[in-house]
């Protein structure tokens, strides 16, 4: 019997993984649709797993796109303290990605901004980056009482801007 209960004890406890998403899984908001005279256009470019702006038009507007973050760190509906990721290309200037995480409330729909993360904040790169900010020890999601979203914003000043957003996490740091 006492091997019986070692042998249970020495089982690592299985701990959720990080939510994610691909770039390309979010939700399009409508002003990434263009229409200029009778041919209809997209702003935004899915590729793959990869969202990205058309270079049909430069400088364009942003262009947002939302992903709905759901309860996958098996913790009773508690997450944190959490740490926002991203695998983003920001290749200068005239490109700049900004992501939020957003809080709303069941009880009132009130909304609130958690967390942002700014390419600009970063060197810029032709190729893929991950970068990452925490939201501190203290502070933790509850989706109990509050849904969460990542509203990415894509930004081209000039045709020379190639933002590209590949994938977003956001990380249960269980161990602050």
Known sequence: MALLGAMVLAVPIAQAGPWTSVGSAGVI???????AGASPGVRAVLNGPTLSLSPAVAPQQPV?????VVDVFDRG??????????????????????????EQSMASTA??????????????STGPQVQ???????FRLDFTR?????????????STGAPALNQLRVIDEVLC
């Not at 908001?29 to 229409?35: C, E, G, K, Y």
């Not at 509050?146 to 930004?155: H, S, T």
């Open 29 to 35: 908001d409508d002003d990434a649709f263009v229409f």
């Open 64 to 68: 947002r796109v939302r992903y709905n």
């Open 77 to 102: 509906g508690f997450a944190g303290p959490i740490r926002l990721a991203a695998n983003f290309v920001d290749n200068g200037a005239n490109a700049q990605i900004v992501l939020y995480l957003f």
């Open 111 to 124: 909304s609130r901004l958690l967390l942002s993360l700014n390419s600009n904040a970063y060197t810029p």
């Open 132 to 138: 990452s900010v925490s939201a501190g020890c203290n």
């Open 146 to 158: 509050n849904a969460y979203w990542i509203e990415a914003v894509l930004i081209r000043t000039a």
